[in-house]
């Protein structure tokens, strides 16, 4: 794995509403993440974790600070120019799967070819082999209601990557799920940053699902309050069993 | 910019046929908004040109000269053939005069027997009312002074004496102890817009009336003269010159009222005209609210389906789609179904107004201006609020629309 800088945060904050009723969800956060890494970023809820996400993730703009992707300062991006790296760049995998409804498996792994002027046939062949990467090849005729739970998700993965993207975010993606499929989409994930190379930003509350990251970043308040490498160092063991939970 | 308007166009198709129940809602809305405004304007239409046509099948720039006010004549004198020259000779801007007797009369032919008006006229009446001729002819001026005993029919006439397919021209048939040659056959009229039969007449000779079927009334003969004016003189003046001659010669003085009086058919013809046009402005006006009515439909729809189509703004923002390139796809996708449902629309409207000219008798005129109001009206209002929602979605930050509920 190449030790090239994938993103770099310094002082980001983003503060909700005005004047009274304003909510200061980040307060400073400095972060600094490799290419290739996969990293889990977990917290209590309100804690800032999916604020954080969704800045990273250039779904949202901060208020303050700044955020290198790759060399790109995305604060000075317009709405226009983040699709843009989104499309180009990134990949999204949410807890609720977020698939269009009544569209079939296929075409919804087909979504994003569409706006990157991909030829019908180009589209069809690049969908199948995204859905054959998450094993649902039988099932691409299927609408999202005719899929179980694990495979939504496993067909958001296959939309989310059938693109090539550096990046892979993920919200909780296993939320929704029960733990033996679980661990069938953390493996899946675990897969495509190891034999892909794909950089996985996850955000998650659970630890189990934490422990398949190689790096794991506590939020708290608004601020970063623990950043560790995870499975090999005893330090993690410790600090696993000093967390309060 | 082409290549995204192609992919707008592929998304918008895809959209629709996934949300058929959706779509197809939409499109009822308008196609229902549309149906009725163009159907209830082009019935309207029709009626009031059917209205026109009619008046001007009882004749050219008609005017008719009765005895007595209003229908009845009142036991007023009636009108002898001086009477007839007169206006002929000194009122300006005529362009013809005719005598006119009525007579109903039992006719015989064979084993039928039927009661019809014996008209008895010149031969400038068939110009003054507008008769064509269709098999044979007119009679002449020459029968006129002879007192021929020939006669011209109607349609329904020969229909219920002589039957279907049956050339009654030579065939004779009697009136009182009158036989009648008939010599023509006149060509249809049809029905007043009162739904009188105007095919029902025997005419003849005005001169066979008076000396071979009424008798003599003591040289006023006439319950009626026909005048045409000429083509673009005002009626309204020979109205008022006939009257005036009529004073003269009725020696009727300064203070007394007209026992006689002038119908104008083109002062008719804009009565009715008007209050065709009140109806059809009444039935332009309940179109309107159907209208908006399938507006509504319209707006419903796509307000109820704003909360999973925000939620799909969202998604499509977050992999990466630009806020254009959803508007258009919304935009694509609105003005599809306005177009289908505008389309659809103008084609029903078609089919009813063909029936309904049919029920009503009226024609069926093809109005361009009120298909253009009504598919642009519908339209608009599917283009709105199928596009508004969508605007503000878009604005949103991805994350924003995706949280929707």
């Known amino acids: 794995m190449s030790a090239e800088k994938l993103i770099q945060l310094r002082g980001l904050t983003k503060r909700y509403g005005t004047g009274d009723a304003s909510f200061l969800a980040l307060r400073g956060v400095d972060l600094d993440i490799q290419r290739g890494e996969f990293v889990a970023i977990m917290?209590?809820?309100?804690?800032?974790?999916?604020?954080?996400?969704n800045l990273l993730g250039c779904l949202d703009t901060p208020t303050a600070g700044s955020y290198q992707f790759k060399g790109i300062s995305v604060e000075d991006l317009n709405k226009d120019q983040r699709s843009l790296l989104r499309r180009h760049a990134l990949g999204f995998i949410f807890q609720g799967f977020n698939?269009?409804?009544?569209t079939s498996a296929l075409e919804n792994v087909e979504l994003p070819l569409l706006y990157r002027g991909y030829s019908r046939k180009q589209r069809h062949e690049m969908a199948r082999k995204a859905l054959a990467q998450v094993s649902l090849s039988d099932k691409e005729r299927n609408t999202p209601a005719e899929l179980s739970g694990g495979q939504q998700q496993r067909v958001a993965i296959a939309r989310a990557i059938v693109t090539r993207p550096d990046t892979l975010f993920?919200?909780?993606?296993?939320?929704?799920?029960?733990?033996?499929?679980?661990?069938?989409?953390?493996e899946l994930l675990r897969k495509l940053n190891a034999d892909h190379g794909i950089s996985i930003i996850m955000v998650t509350h659970e630890d189990e699902v934490a422990a398949c990251a190689r790096r794991i970043i506590n939020v708290r308040d608004g601020v970063i309050s623990s950043d560790r490498v995870n499975g090999h160092t005893k330090e993690t063991q410790d600090s696993r069993l000093e967390d309060p939970r | 910019?082409?290549?995204?308007?192609?992919?707008?166009?592929?998304?918008?198709?895809?959209?629709?046929?996934?949300?058929?129940?959706?779509?197809f809602l939409t499109v009822i809305g308008i196609v229902i908004g549309v149906a009725a405004v163009i159907t209830m304007v082009t019935l309207g239409r029709g009626a009031t040109e059917t209205v026109k046509q009619q008046i001007s099948k009882m004749g050219n720039n008609l005017l008719v000269l009765r005895p007595g006010q209003g229908w009845g004549g009142g036991?007023?004198?009636?009108?002898?053939?001086?009477?007839?020259?007169?206006?002929?000779?000194?009122v300006p801007g005529i362009a013809s005069v005719a005598p006119f007797v009525v007579n109903n009369s039992s006719v015989i032919y064979q084993d039928q027997n039927r009661t019809f008006d014996i008209q008895g006229t010149t031969p400038n009446y068939f110009a003054i009312a507008n008769w064509q001729i269709g098999t044979g002819r007119f009679f002449t001026e020459a029968e006129v002074i002879e007192s021929a005993p020939v006669c011209v029919i109607g349609e329904t006439i020969r229909k219920e004496?002589?039957?279907?397919?049956?050339?009654?021209?030579?065939?004779?048939?009697?009136?009182?102890?009158?036989?009648?040659?008939?010599?023509?056959?006149?060509?249809?009229?049809?029905?007043?817009?009162?739904?009188d039969d105007l095919d029902d007449n025997v005419i003849t000779p005005y001169t066979t009336v008076i000396h071979r079927l009424s008798g003599r009334q003591g040289g006023r003969n006439f319950n009626q003269v026909m005048i045409s004016g000429e083509q673009g003189y005002p009626t309204a003046s020979i109205v008022a010159d006939v009257a005036a001659l009529m004073r003269e010669r009725r020696k009727i003085t300064a203070n007394k009222e007209d026992d006689f009086n002038v119908f104008d058919s083109q002062q008719l013809a804009e009565v009715i005209s008007s209050s065709t046009k009140v109806?059809?402005?009444?039935?332009?006006?309940?179109?309107?609210?159907?209208?908006?009515?399938g507006g509504i439909g319209i707006m419903n729809i796509m307000?109820?389906?704003?909360?999973?189509?925000?939620?799909?703004?969202?998604?499509?923002?977050?992999?990466?789609?630009?806020?254009?390139?959803?508007l258009l796809q919304f935009l694509v996708e609105a003005v599809t179904l306005s177009c289908i449902g505008g389309v659809t629309g103008i084609a029903l409207a078609y089919g009813l107004c063909s029936l309904g000219a049919e029920k009503v008798g009226a024609p069926f005129i093809f109005d361009p201006k009120i298909n253009l109001i009504a598919f642009v009206f519908s339209a608009a209002i599917g283009i709105l609020f199928g596009f508004m929602p969508a605007r503000r979605a878009a604005s949103l930050d991805p994350i924003e629309a995706l949280r929707h509920e």
Do not use: H, Y
Not at chain 2, 75 to 85: E, H, L, N, R
């Open chain 2, 161 to 195: 004496l002589f039957g279907e397919g049956v050339d009654p021209v030579g065939c004779k048939i009697r009136v009182k102890s009158l036989t009648l040659g008939v010599i023509g056959v006149t060509r249809v009229k049809g029905q007043t817009g009162f739904g």
């Open chain 2, 303 to 326: 307000l109820v389906s704003v909360t999973e189509r925000t939620r799909e703004i969202g998604i499509r923002l977050a992999i990466g789609a630009r806020a254009r390139e959803v």
């Open chain 2, 279 to 293: 109806m059809t402005s009444l039935l332009g006006w309940v179109a309107a609210v159907s209208l908006l009515v």
């Open chain 1, 170 to 186: 993920a919200d909780e993606p296993t939320g929704n799920l029960d733990s033996k499929t679980t661990v069938e989409i953390m």
């Open chain 1, 43 to 53: 917290g209590p809820s309100g804690s800032g974790k999916s604020t954080l996400m």
């Open chain 2, 1 to 23: 910019m082409i290549a995204m308007f192609f992919n707008a166009l592929l998304i918008a198709i895809r959209e629709i046929r996934r949300n058929l129940t959706r779509s």
């Open chain 1, 99 to 102: 698939l269009l409804a009544r």
């Open chain 2, 75 to 90: 036991g007023a004198p009636q009108f002898s053939i001086q009477d007839v020259d007169a206006v002929r000779d000194q």
